[in-house]
């Protein structure tokens, strides 16, 4: 089972100290999730209720992967459809205007902003996520967080290639870093560079034995970073 420390105030140590973030967004600032598990549900409920539900599933076991590859996996898989960029396209748009209002709506994960506003004062800060480029910045901007990211990047990169972008533009270093993230898109992100990881607890925890995983913000105390 993995390491959940609820109410503990978490320390991290490393060699180098840290001097940079990076957080996934839907999990682990926004209590979200769930608004796009729904919307997938909704797009394929249409086709019956076993496909909507196989969707649902997959979707909740694969967090972090762009919604592009889902829908192209799904109307294969489970509607034996291959569609075109035009069609993908479309589909895409569908789903942003199911999610965008409902997202921003959403809660923080308990404790989130306070955080953020504490650790841009000492590290720099960025957003590592599935969901589109321009969306991503669109759904900050609203929620007045854009001033506290250092850079944010969403899809067609995957997480893996964002990661790298962020150590080369911005020279650090894997032992400088912190991943906080809620998927297995996000760990395998920060074991592929060897940086620290910390889950951010949901309604499945996907990550090994072993990791350090929190339910709340209240539990990390910026300084101890």
Known sequence: MPTILPGVLLKINGAMPTKAIIFDFDGVILDSVDVKTRAFESIYLPYGQEIAAEVVAHHEAHGGVRRYQKFRLYHQKYLGLDINDEQLDDLCTRFNQLVFQKVIASPYISGARNFIEEAFKRFELFICTGTPQTEIEEILEALSLTKYFKGVYGSPDNKIQIVQYIQKE????????????????????????????????????????????????????????
């Open 170 to 225: 911005y020279q650090l270093q894997s032992d400088e870093m912190i991943f906080l993230g809620d998927a297995s898109t996000d760990y395998e992100a920060a074991q592929h560079y060897g940086i620290k990881f910390i889950g951010v607890a949901g309604k499945t925890s996907p990550f090994p034995a072993g990791t350090t995983i929190i339910q709340s913000f209240e539990e990390i105390q910026v300084e101890n970073l």
